[in-house]
């Protein structure tokens, strides 16, 4: 059984960074690809990034280009989420994913679908 708990949303003002952890337990999290998404109040559940089970291959939405950086450290089992220049917009809930069974090890996908295991959620409000 595994489980994804994230950390460190909060309420930042427009062009500050906060840094989202997520910590896996009860798997193989080496194997796993791992993704953020986000949440905004009536608003469709959006892939933000995602990075393979090797670490090499990191892919963002469009959105986040440029501002936000996913990372992991599959010695420690967690993924984290850096995100600088914030904007009102980014404002949402964030959730932790893993895909158990990516394609290959360095496949990473934004359909929400494909993941198997999700967080609870932390909070980000960026306020203008």
């Known amino acids: 059984q595994v489980q994804l708990v994230e950390s460190g949303g909060g309420l930042v003002q427009a062009g500050g960074s906060l840094r989202l952890s997520c910590a896996a337990s009860?798997?193989?999290?080496?194997?796993?690809?791992m993704g953020w998404f986000r949440q905004a109040p009536g608003k469709e559940r959006a892939f933000v990034g995602g990075?393979?089970?090797?670490?090499?291959?990191?892919y963002y939405a469009d959105s986040v280009k440029g501002r936000f950086t996913i990372s992991r450290d599959n010695a420690k089992n967690t993924v984290s989420l850096q995100m600088n220049s914030l904007q009102p917009e980014d404002t949402a809930d964030y959730y932790c994913?893993?895909?158990?069974?990516?394609?290959?090890?360095?496949?990473?996908?934004?359909?929400?679908?494909?993941?198997?295991?999700w967080g609870q959620g932390t909070r980000v409000t960026v306020s203008s």
């Open positions: 994913a893993a895909d158990e069974n990516p394609t290959n090890w360095w496949a990473v996908t934004r359909a929400s679908g494909s993941y198997d295991y």
């Open positions: 009860g798997g193989t999290f080496s194997t796993y690809a």
């Open positions: 990075i393979s089970w090797s670490g090499s291959n990191t």
